[in-house]
């Protein structure tokens, strides 16, 4: 079974376009993540939801909204789309434990292309 | 303050010779230190992890890394390369204490593997 899963796989949508991206992970973890990998794969982290509650919102245009229905799920929707917004888009989860840190699983990434 | 460096870019290395890609970090709080590789088209997957535990920390396809406080380094190795080795690689630092989750990734680190 997939452990985080996205969908979808690739998005092709025109600039001004509304999308959505959904994110699911099945192992129990209680924070969720939204990351921005450009095209020289550099990482950036857009969001983080621990337990339904949103934790970290970096510097993201108002365009991007998250939301989070229960602590499995992490979407992402993007209002007026833009050339800029193209990248591939990674879903995390992890389960913070004592000294632990936070290790990460990713999901498998939706490259979204916007024309 | 915490912060991440890969000082290289690119690593190009012949098969079956020694991997070394280098990660310097900086950190306020006791750290958690992670490796993680992306191969092409791919999610990142956990390489291996410090968390405060010993020093020398061995991870999945035979890479090592150590982490040296004085030196503020945690450089992933490999004794012999392989050409499945070839990926993009991201160095992590996460508190390991603190409550918020404040995750760094390095630029990346781009691991070429000659014939």
């Known amino acids: 079974d997939t452990a985080v899963s996205q969908t979808p796989k690739y998005l092709v949508t025109q600039m001004g376009n509304d999308k959505s991206i959904k994110c699911e992970q099945n192992?129990?973890?209680?924070?969720m993540y939204w990351y921005k990998q450009d095209s020289k794969k550099f990482l950036k982290i857009m969001f983080s939801y621990n337990n339904k509650e949103l934790i970290i919102n970096e510097t993201v245009p108002n365009r991007f909204s998250p939301k989070s229905p229960d602590k499995a799920h992490l979407n992402l929707h993007i209002n007026s789309l833009e050339l800029g917004d193209s990248a591939v888009y990674f879903c995390?989860?992890?389960?913070?434990?004592?000294?632990?840190?936070?290790?990460?699983?990713f999901g498998p990434g939706t490259r979204l292309t916007v024309t | 303050a915490q912060s991440v460096t890969q000082l290289d870019s690119h690593v190009s290395v012949s098969e079956g010779t020694p991997v070394l890609l280098r990660c310097n970090y900086s950190?306020?709080?006791?750290?958690?230190l992670f490796w993680y590789v992306q191969h092409p088209n791919k999610g990142l997957q956990l390489l291996l992890k410090y968390t405060s535990a010993a020093t020398l920390v061995k991870g999945i396809n035979g890479f090592e890394a150590e982490f040296k406080k004085s030196e503020t380094s945690f450089h992933l190795t490999k004794p012999s390369a392989h050409m499945s080795d070839a990926a993009e690689y991201f160095c992590?630092?996460?508190?390991?204490?603190?409550?918020?989750?404040?995750?760094?990734f390095g630029s990346g680190t781009r691991l070429s593997i000659r014939p």
């Open positions: 992590v630092v996460t508190p390991g204490y603190s409550s918020a989750s404040k995750i760094i």
């Open positions: 995390a989860s992890s389960q913070k434990r004592p000294g632990q840190g936070y290790e990460q699983y």
């Open positions: 950190s306020s709080y006791s750290p958690s």
């Open positions: 192992l129990g973890h209680d924070t």
